[in-house]
């Protein structure tokens, strides 16, 4: 059954897990994933996203990171890496709460062309609404004044 469209003033935050493979401490590689909250933007404000940080004609590896980090900035919410089974040895390293600054570390960090790729892909369904079941996984974000998780 179909339901009505809703034209949004705000737009919503959507759950967009990504599953990687990063290689362990002893030299396995175990699939991992990280589920992150990315924003629904209109194109206009993607356009002008793009625009304020305009990829260079020299850019390298590592300023395409950098510069993807302040993309990804501005519409990554937050993020959830930690297993709720995991032991607290195991949660020891992981970048946890959300930051800003924290995003830009992963995004920047040892795994971060993978990331940066995954996400992007994550954003680009998300903008053509490929993100299978993102219905469910849609909710409001919150009001600039609130302070709701």
């Known amino acids: 059954m179909s339901t ?71 519409v990554v919410t937050d993020w959830d890496v930690l297993d709720a089974d995991a032991s607290e040895a195991a949660q020891k390293d992981v970048v946890q709460p959300f930051s800003q600054e924290a995003l830009a570390d992963l995004i920047t960090g040892e795994d971060g062309l993978t990331i940066s790729n995954k996400l992007n892909e994550a954003w680009r369904n998300l903008r053509f609404n490929l993100i299978a079941g993102a219905a469910k996984n849609s909710q409001p974000s919150p009001e600039p004044t609130s302070t709701a998780a």
Request: aromatic share 6%; proline share 7%.
């Open 4 to 74: 009505r469209y809703k034209v949004r003033k705000t737009p919503i935050s959507v759950a967009a897990p990504i599953t990687f493979s990063q290689i362990q401490e002893d030299g396995s590689v175990q699939d991992v994933e990280i589920t992150f909250r990315i924003k629904r933007l209109p194109e206009k404000d993607i356009e002008a996203l793009s625009a304020a940080h305009p990829a260079p004609e020299d850019e390298t590896l590592a300023k395409m990171l950098d510069r993807n980090a302040k993309i990804f900035g501005a």
